[in-house]
T-cell receptor, first 112, second 114 residues
Framework: SQKIEQNSEALNIQEGKTATLTCNYTNYSPAYLQWYRQDPGRGPVFLLLIRENEKEKRKERLKVTFDTTLKQSLFHITASQPADSATYLC???????????FGTGTRLKVLA | EAGVAQSPRYKIIEKRQSVAFWCNPI?????LYWYQQILGQGPKLLIQ????????DSQLPKDRFSAERLKGVDSTLKIQPAKLEDSAVYLC????????????FGSGTQLSVL
């Protein structure tokens, strides 16, 4: 069955450092992969979309990579700030559907 | 632009009772999703509508859960009877429906089954 794995353990980093979060998927060939941010008590909020034919996508301090050979996406936050502390979710989607399956999420805590 | 509206925000019921959640998506969004999020886990897709038709309900426990989307706009998710393991946040999301379109989520309904 399709499986999406993210680091279940929380990631603690110092302010100003780069945070790198991992999303691995198996039995799956997504055409798109989205990343969302979720704060406590709120619904997820869209951050970035990357397509299978794109190796890398950037938006301000955020960068996403997509390696279809490794079946992995990496999400980077550069110059991290305490306000970046949240849970980050990846959600791949196959072409032909609008169905998004979410990973377990990784909780990031940026320490001042 | 108004976001996805959900109600109620919180609900506490006893097991074997029934409960209903309501969702009003963003105007013009063709696709509507219901997700269940158990504490510490990612959202799990329960059902996906395209306009007022069901696209995917493979993960919906149909013996107790039901959902409908009237006239391709508002949607209701019902649980009858509820079990303890149904305690979770129920998230509604909508999108324009094109490939790769981002999802817009409501704040969810937090359900506690005692």
């Amino acid at each position: 069955s399709q499986k999406i794995e993210q680091n279940s353990e929380a990631l603690n980093i110092q302010e100003g450092k780069t945070a790198t979060l991992t999303c691995n998927y198996t039995n799956y060939s997504p055409a798109y992969l989205q990343w969302y941010r979720q704060d406590p008590g709120r619904g997820p909020v869209f951050l970035l979309l990357i397509r299978e034919n794109e190796k890398e996508k950037r938006k301000e301090r955020l960068k996403v990579t997509f390696d279809t050979t490794l079946k992995q996406s990496l999400f980077h936050i550069t110059a991290s700030q305490p306000a970046d502390s949240a849970t980050y979710l990846c959600a791949p989607s196959t072409s032909g559907t609008y169905k998004y399956i979410f990973g377990t999420g990784t909780r990031l805590k940026v320490l001042a | 632009e108004a976001g996805v509206a959900q109600s109620p925000r919180y609900k506490i019921i006893e097991k074997r009772q029934s409960v209903a959640f309501w969702c009003n998506p963003i105007s013009g969004h063709a696709t509507l999703y219901w997700y269940q999020q158990i504490l510490g886990q990612g959202p799990k897709l329960l059902i996906q509508f395209q306009n007022n038709g069901v696209v995917d309900d493979s993960q919906l426990p149909k013996d107790r859960f039901s959902a409908e989307r009237l006239k391709g706009v508002d949607s209701t998710l019902k649980i009858q009877p509820a079990k303890l393991e149904d305690s979770a946040v129920y998230l509604c999301a909508s999108s324009l429906g094109g490939l790769g379109e981002k999802l817009f989520f409501g704040s969810g309904t937090q359900l506690s089954v005692l």
